[in-house]
């Protein structure tokens, strides 16, 4: 059973720092391209960054520079270190494993950027 629990999420002032964490199934983990998606209320859940299992990373061009994607083979966790947040990132985040023709979710956490 492929389990993804994110953990990491809370209220912050704008200009402050959050860091997201994965824990993923070690089934998955080893072959999975794991990211982040966010969505906000009213919007279309987004891509936020993602990692591959060789360790490229993509981000989408609002976080760039800000936001910093990891993972941790030994753990089984991918990571998302968010720095200089804005309001416009309050969202709840997701983190997903995605395989040939799958993709998994977890069950998202609040992160809620004040100004």
């Known amino acids: 059973q492929v389990r993804l629990v994110e953990s990491g999420g809370g209220l912050v002032q704008a200009g402050g720092s959050l860091r997201l964490s994965c824990a993923a199934s070690?089934?998955?983990?080893?072959?999975?391209?794991m990211g982040w998606y966010r969505q906000a209320p009213g919007k279309q859940r987004e891509l936020v960054a993602f990692?591959?299992?060789?360790?490229?990373?993509n981000y989408a061009d609002s976080v760039k520079g800000r936001f910093t994607i990891s993972r941790d083979n030994g753990k089984n966790t991918v990571n998302l270190q968010m720095n200089s947040l804005k309001p416009e990132d309050t969202a709840v985040y997701y983190c997903?494993?995605?395989?040939?023709?799958?993709?998994?979710w977890g069950q998202g956490t609040q992160v809620t950027v004040s100004s």
């Open positions: 997903a494993a995605s395989r040939v023709g799958v993709r998994d």
């Open positions: 070690v089934s998955i983990f080893r072959i999975a391209t």
């Open positions: 990692i591959t299992t060789g360790g490229s990373t």
